[in-house]
């Protein structure tokens, strides 16, 4: 095998905002290694866009795991096809979704790998195993529904609700028969979280005064918030839950394009009073539930109760300008770049 | 009826610490009330000094109810004797626990006080119903065995841990087959944790680097924090919870003698990636089950399983000096004061 292997580098540590200074671009002729037992060599597919990947980015002792080194690929979600395996679960030909890097080849270590791998099911298309079937997804859907644990008639309030997997929490939060109040930043996020996602609100945190939002839209108290930013909205959300309420953490993106960590609430007695419960969350505890999960989606999907929301870009070089848009703030839903044909 | 009736008043709100001079004291001629239906009557015989009283004392805003406020009677818990019942629970005679004034007469209403009010059972003496089975001790049960659900050989880590909820905790954790480690003020507070209330470890806050401490007590991490305290010793027990560890919040003394109120944690990814939960929790909760907890308290004091850890002091004169040491810190267990002849 001489395949070229372009690659998307870290080239600096970004100490504020993130910016196309902070990647290189390097092409190499792909040298096929040796593969030990458990590894897997993929090609990759195609890339999600997660928030997350701007955490990595930061030093070790704030992402509480090894970081992305100076001068090695970016990592970041992929759904990829496998080209040698010495892991007994993921045969030569089959599709799998987790975290890779951004190049053209990768070794993988699915045991080892600190977030989900997962195998894609026969038939299932590359874009929708990583996007409408992702990592995203099955984030939304644990954390809502195994964390946040809400009935019928509650009010769930989501940050980032526009992203991929705060509008998938928004859809989740409707079809479990809740009321769903999103907040984004920007009209054009919040008319398009009620009208494509049917949120019954939405909350423009740019320009407005979301603590007067809340208490016209929760007069009652917010009995679930699915937290993806953290800071000010947490701090904001503390203060209008409902008695009993739960506050799932799924991220903080607040902080990740910052040198400061994202603090919880101002006030522990309000967590004493309200018996309020914070709790954090990753992917990775849901495995053995993950494809009954899946099959979940796909079935709410047949039915016509799920919309995929989904943006998807083509060509290896747009990764990184397609990434900043997360940032920048244009982005609604899943936000994916395929790189290679059949993705 | 025509006794005397004395008062402690809460003469000025205390912006710091607090000191004699908040306190008022007023005699007057007791004049039987008229009783609305579900109000009784009740003659208080003695009252615990418990550090949630200096919460009350704040602003409302702070406190999350309504304050005591300026010229009225201290609020505090207390065994009493029912005098005069409309309260179809509470027959004449009878003792009961719960949230009364610091004066001999009261009118309390069980079914709309703030905390729990609750009937003795036969034969408990006064300062047991209120020490040993009262209101802190089920506040340990139930934070403790509902919130923070330890399981044998886990590590528990309690704040405050001399104190009336805090010792009762060490014992708990302990008779559920855990480590108990305690953080207290002073030498003599651990020396006392670790031979009378058998606890596992002790960290000195005022002398000990808490952290290291906890590096060497519990070096596979914290499974359950039991937060009396919050602050800098929350922020702190974050850093060392193992994967999954649960941080119930009963109290933040550390905020009630001052105008600021004790934050959360620094870094919420921390909750993200230690998969956390926080959860506060108050005793109103669980009122259906506290008869069963009190059994289990009995039963387990019976069998030698729960050491009786008291300081009881005598007289009506002594409530805010003996409240005071609370936070001056040279209170162990739990601190009664007995206001009358039979507590």
């Known amino acids: 095998m001489t395949a070229r292997n372009r690659q998307w ?35 990759n597919l195609a890339f999600s866009c997660a928030p997350t990947i701007r955490n990595w980015m930061n030093a070790a002792d704030r992402s509480y795991r090894a970081p992305i080194g100076i001068g090695e690929p970016i990592f970041g979600p992929a759904c990829a096809q496998v080209v040698r395996s010495e892991h007994p679960r993921f045969a030569p030909g089959s599709l799998l979704i987790g975290v890779s890097r951004w190049e053209d080849y990768s070794v993988i270590e699915p045991d080892q790998a600190f977030a989900p791998v997962l195998s894609v099911p026969e ?26 644990r809400p009935q019928p008639g509650e009010t769930v309030v ?15 939060a409707k079809l479990n ?34 603590a007067a939002a809340l208490t016209g839209l929760a007069p009652h108290g917010v009995n679930v918030f699915f937290d993806n ?15 009993h309420g739960r506050i799932v953490v799924c991220g903080q993106v607040s902080a990740y394009d910052s040198d400061l960590p ?14 309020l ?42 990764l990184p300008t397609a990434f900043l848009e997360l940032f920048s703030g244009g982005n609604r839903g899943a936000l994916l770049v395929t790189i290679a044909a059949g993705a």
Chains 1, 2 share one sequence.
């Open 229 to 243: 930013v953290g800071g000010e909205l947490l701090q904001i959300l503390v203060e209008h839950m409902a008695v």
């Open 158 to 172: 989501i940050s980032a609700a526009a992203g991929a997997v705060g509008s998938m929490v928004v859809q989740l």
């Open 9 to 43: 580098l870290l080239k600096s540590r970004p100490a504020h905002a993130l910016s196309l200074e902070h990647f290189a671009y390097r092409e190499q002729a792909f040298q096929a290694p040796h593969l030990d037992a458990g590894q897997v060599l993929v090609r």
């Open 262 to 275: 994202a603090p919880g609430p101002r006030d522990m007695m309000r967590v004493v009073y309200g018996r």
């Open 277 to 318: 419960s914070i709790q954090g969350f990753v992917l990775g505890d849901f495995l053995d539930e993950a494809d009954a999960a899946r099959a979940d989606l796909v079935r709410w999907f047949g039915e016509g109760k799920l919309q995929r929301h989904e943006d998807v870009r083509a060509g290896f070089d747009v």
């Open 123 to 148: 038939g299932m298309m590359p874009t929708d195993a990583l996007g409408l079937y992702g990592l995203n997804s099955l984030t939304a859907y644990f954390g809502l529904l195994k964390i946040g």
């Open 177 to 210: 028969g809740c009321r769903a109040i999103g907040i984004a930043g920007g009209r054009q996020k919040c008319t398009w979280l009620l009208q494509a996602c049917r949120a019954d609100g939405a909350i423009d945190y740019k320009s407005d005064d979301v």
